[in-house]
C-alpha cells in the first residue's frame, strides 16, 4: 500500500469520526478512535512510539513520540486545538526527515469542517 492509499484511508476515517463526534473533546479520545478504526481495518499502527534521534555517535533515547504511526510509512500527528502552532508542521517535516518516512499528516479535530483541519506535509514524495 502506497503512502496516499494509506492518507486516504486516515483521512476518510477522520472525516468519520468527525462527523459522529464533533470537534471539542481531548487530543487522546480521537486517538484511541482513530487508532481502532485503523487496526479493525488490519493495518498496522503504532501508537506513541518513540523515536530515537541520532547525532554521530550520540543516540537520544526519544527524540519525539509520534501520535500514530501507519504501515511504517505515514505519521499521523493529532490536534485537538483552537489553532495550531506555527511550528508544528515544521515538527512534522522533522519528523519525517528521522524516521525516513514521505509522508505526514496533521488532523486537528477542533475545527468546524474536519477539511480545514488536515495538513498534509511531504518529505521526497
Known amino acids: 500500500m502506497t503512502e496516499n492509499e494509506i492518507a486516504t484511508i486516515i483521512v476518510d476515517l477522520c472525516f468519520k469520526i468527525h462527523k459522529k463526534l464533533g470537534p ?11 487508532y481502532y478504526e485503523l487496526t479493525k481495518l488490519g493495518l498496522n499502527v503504532e501508537r506513541q512510539k518513540a523515536l530515537p ?4 555517535e550520540l543516540v537520544m533515547d526519544i527524540g519525539f513520540r509520534a501520535d500514530l504511526i501507519v504501515e511504517e510509512k505515514v505519521i499521523v500527528e493529532l490536534k485537538s486545538v483552537e489553532q495550531l502552532s506555527t511550528v508544528t508542521p515544521k515538527q512534522l517535516l522533522t519528523y519525517l526527515k528521522i524516521t525516513h518516512c514521505k509522508l505526514g499528516l496533521i488532523v486537528n479535530f477542533n475545527v468546524p469542517l474536519i477539511k480545514n483541519g488536515i495538513t498534509r506535509i511531504a518529505n521526497g514524495l
Do not use: A
Request: hydrophobic content about 45%; overall charge negative.
Open 53 to 56: 534521534v541520532y547525532w554521530d
Open 24 to 34: 471539542g473533546l481531548l487530543e487522546s479520545v480521537y486517538e484511541e478512535i482513530l
